[in-house]
């Protein structure tokens, strides 16, 4: 089963995405369109975890957040940095309160980035090791700059 970080913590993964086995007590997660869809359909089922790609319109989720349990913003490739702005908006504009998952191409240097921009839980690059990402999260303690998340303290002037 797959580990991940989910506050603070290195847990087994609930969520199964396209072509993953259904596993007991798992939760399918559909792309931007297909829960849009599924959504608008009034479906009595409609999934609650949504993966969000570089090029999906953040917009189009905002009536809908309080059905998502969970949204998981795919990074695709090294230097991909839209997902930060679509996490920002998804806390910021939108108040989305639920587990916010960064997913892909990451790597443990990008983490306090990451929890900056209001992600709680992390899926990094297979290469990376869980503990390791884990410590770098407490690299800093304090911030200059607000930011959307608890796990740094933002300086006040005295």
Same mark, same amino acid.
């Given at each position: 089963?797959?580990?991940?970080?989910?506050?603070?913590?290195?847990?087994?993964?609930?969520?199964?995405?396209?072509?993953?086995?259904?596993?007991?007590?798992?939760?399918?997660?559909?792309?931007?369109?297909?829960?849009?869809?599924?959504?608008?359909?009034?479906?009595?089922?409609?999934?609650?975890?949504? =993966?969000?790609? %570089?090029? /999906?319109?953040?917009? &189009? *989720? #905002?009536?809908?957040?309080?059905?998502?349990?969970?949204?998981?913003?795919?990074?695709?490739?090294?230097?991909?940095?839209?997902?930060?702005?679509?996490?920002?908006?998804?806390?910021?504009?939108?108040?989305?309160?639920?587990?916010?998952?960064?997913?892909?191409?990451?790597?443990?240097?990008?983490?306090?980035?990451?929890?900056?921009?209001?992600?709680?839980?992390?899926? =990094?690059?297979? %290469?990376? /090791?869980?503990?390791? &990402? *884990? #410590?770098?999260?407490?690299?800093?303690?304090?911030?200059?700059?607000?930011?959307?998340?608890?796990?740094?303290?933002?300086?006040?002037?005295?």
């Amino acid at each position: 089963m797959r580990r991940i970080i989910r506050r603070r913590e290195i847990v087994e993964d609930e969520l199964r995405y396209a072509g993953e086995p259904a596993v007991d007590g798992s939760v399918g997660v559909v792309g931007a369109a297909e829960w849009l869809a599924a959504s608008a359909a009034g479906a009595a089922s409609a999934p609650e975890a949504v =993966l969000l790609t %570089a090029t /999906d319109e953040v917009e &189009a *989720l #905002a009536g809908h957040l309080d059905g998502l349990r969970w949204i998981v913003i795919e990074f695709a490739k090294i230097g991909e940095g839209r997902g930060y702005s679509q996490a920002r908006l998804l806390r910021q504009r939108y108040c989305y309160r639920h587990e916010l998952r960064a997913r892909g191409a990451l790597k443990r240097d990008q983490m306090i980035l990451l929890a900056r921009c209001g992600f709680d839980a992390f899926e =990094l690059d297979p %290469a990376e /090791d869980l503990s390791a &990402a *884990l #410590a770098a999260l407490g690299t800093f303690t304090v911030a200059y700059q607000d930011g959307n998340e608890a796990l740094v303290s933002l300086r006040r002037r005295a």
